[in-house]
């Protein structure tokens, strides 16, 4: 089947029970984080990571803090659209020792490394990003960014089943509104809260020992309406549940049913259709004009990573029929393949 029974969680819930294990009734969605992610045990088998991408006028600049209990890795990468100028860090911390990250969403999350340091800092409605490297690429680079996060803004919250020992908690956050800028040497890029939007990519889980996704996300004004999107596939397959949605004006319009993923494994800058399977809410057209590639080939991890910066084309159908049309929706999508 590929139109699910979802359960829509309303009150908080704890992710897992007394042993560790997941606790059946918080399998569901939710419109804000009410799953609360007690992960415990799973001893070098957990993944955690807060990922932001902060989509600006002029520039894309992302950043993550990721622990897998045998290590932590924080990364930060940036891409200048008019230029194609891209570069990345990565930094590997065995055991995470001077890495502190959390289960609960709205806790700090920090990575200190003389290479590279980064934090993700709550302040009230607000999200600090801070981050900062004294060789990125030759030069210092520099990030000072608040995302607004008001707590009427409603988000995407999914509980991923695969078994009572293998799951994932997920919050997918669109629509946020960015301000701040980054800077590498001399070169600085600003981020307007009135035009610019972040999403958050939480996660917490114990996740296969292989697995496949496809993921996409964007936000924009379209017309008199502010959208964001997040569907993925092929990791959810089989489990129940979706990580599939829309946003309009800060809330959330859950789609129970499969998005499939429609592109050239040979040629990934090709353009994509993504689109529901059962229904006509999503018809979307992905042109990219970027492509980002990151391999790993370790004892414990092998990753084959492709993220791709583009445009959104095509309609969303909302459940009371109106079609609202998307027209170069700035996002992302990724094709991504892992033993870990």
């Known amino acids: 089947m590929a139109t699910y029974m979802e359960q829509e969680i309303k009150k908080p819930m704890l ?23 007690n992960l415990t045990g799973h001893h070098g088998r957990k993944k955690k990571w807060n990922y932001w991408c902060v989509f600006g006028e002029e520039a894309l600049f992302c950043t993550a803090i990721t622990h897998f209990d045998y290590a932590a890795v924080c990364f930060v990468y940036y891409l200048d659209y008019k230029t194609n100028k891209f570069h990345e860090k990565q930094v590997i ?88 800028f980054f800077s590498i040497g001399d070169d600085m890029y600003h981020f307007s809260g009135e035009r610019d939007y972040a999403c958050l990519d939480f996660g917490r889980g114990d996740w296969p020992r292989e697995i496949s996704w496809n993921w996409a996300t964007a936000s924009s004004k379209q017309g008199d309406k502010v959208v964001g999107l997040n569907v993925g596939g092929k990791w959810t397959d089989g489990t129940g549940m979706t990580e599939n949605a829309y946003m309009i004006d800060g809330i959330v319009t859950k789609i129970s049913e499969d998005v499939l993923f429609e592109y050239d494994e040979n040629d990934l800058l090709k353009p994509w259709t993504i689109r529901t399977k059962e229904s006509d809410t999503l018809n979307l057209t992905f042109i990219p004009f970027f492509k980002r590639v990151a391999k790993s080939n370790l004892v414990l991890v092998k990753s084959e990573f492709y993220q791709l910066v583009g445009h959104f084309q095509g309609e969303i159908r909302l459940d009371n029929g109106e079609l609202v049309t998307v027209k170069d929706m700035l996002g992302g999508v990724e094709d991504h393949m892992a033993k870990w």
């Open 93 to 180: 911390m065995p055991l995470g020792s001077k890495c502190t990250m959390p289960n609960g969403i709205e806790e700090d999350v920090s990575f200190m490394d003389s290479k590279l340091a980064a934090f993700f800092i709550q302040r009230g409605d607000y999200v600090d990003i801070r981050v900062s490297s004294p060789d990125f690429d030759g030069k210092p680079l520099k990030a000072e960014i608040s995302i607004y996060c008001p707590p009427e803004m409603e988000s995407l919250n999914v509980v991923i089943p695969w078994s009572a020992e293998k799951f994932q908690y997920t919050s997918k956050q669109t629509c946020l509104q960015a301000e701040g």
């Open 15 to 37: 992710l897992c029970d007394r042993n560790g294990k997941l606790a059946k009734e918080s399998i569901g969605w939710a419109r804000s984080p009410l799953i609360i992610p």
